[in-house]
């Protein structure tokens, strides 16, 4: 069965304090790793797209990089507009489901 | 920009009633999914359609039905609703060949009292 698994449950920044949130997932045959933003009572917003190890993608503040094992996304000189719920997803080859991790709720104070 | 619309942003219902709940996507994707999203239990698959009229279970389907009868159109449906269907409903949709990303629906938060 596919694992995802996000950590820290919860993190708190100051503005302009870089961090790192982490994915880790056991897949048999990744087809892709995907990252959400979703802000309180709204949808999952799409980020980004992974598709092999090394792969690495840049928007604005936020870079998404995958290794064998885990993901990161690593959040650069944070604003108070970042924060939001980050979630993790990966789907396996010849599939259509995604499989979700639980969420890494992000607050930056300014 | 991919665009899937849910009908309702809110809603509240009696136990028992039939409920409906509406996703339309304009992407001409196959695939099209409903998830529910509760506190510490994260997204939970409750169907998805991966054609018209085609649909299979996800992992949580007891309580619920689907209807597909066009592309871009479906349904979710609550045969008797109960409170412990009190959720949040997202719809998504993607493609089955090419970018496999899923987009979403801005959510239907359900009321059951």
């Known amino acids: 069965e596919d694992q995802v698994t996000q950590s820290p449950e919860a993190l708190r920044l100051q503005e302009g304090e870089s961090s790192s949130l982490n994915c880790s997932y056991t897949?048999?045959?990744?087809?892709?790793l995907f990252w959400y933003r979703q802000d309180p009572g709204k949808g999952p917003e799409f980020l980004f797209t992974l598709y092999s190890a090394g792969e690495e993608k840049e928007k604005e503040r936020l870079k998404a990089t995958l290794t064998k094992k885990e993901s990161f996304l690593h959040i650069t000189a944070p604003k108070p507009e970042d924060s939001a719920t980050y979630l993790c997803?990966?789907?396996?080859?010849?599939?259509?489901?995604?499989?979700f991790g639980a969420g890494t709720t992000v607050t930056v104070r300014a | 920009d991919v665009k899937v619309t849910q009908s309702s942003r809110y809603l509240v219902k009696r136990t028992g009633e039939k409920v409906f709940l509406e996703c339309v996507q304009d992407?001409?994707?196959?695939?099209m999914f409903w998830y529910r999203q509760d506190p510490g239990l994260g997204l939970r698959l409750i169907y998805f359609s991966y054609d018209v009229k085609m649909k299979e279970k996800g992992d949580i389907p007891e309580g619920y039905s689907v209807s597909r009868e066009k592309k871009e159109r479906f349904s979710l449906i609550l045969e008797s609703a109960s409170t412990n269907q009190t959720s949040m409903y997202l719809c998504a949709s993607s493609f089955v060949q090419g970018s496999p990303e899923a987009f979403f629906g801005q959510g239907t938060r359900l009321t059951v009292v």
């Open positions: 897949v048999s045959g990744l087809r892709g």
């Open positions: 992407m001409d994707h196959e695939n």
């Open positions: 997803a990966v789907l396996r080859s010849n599939d259509y489901k995604l499989s």
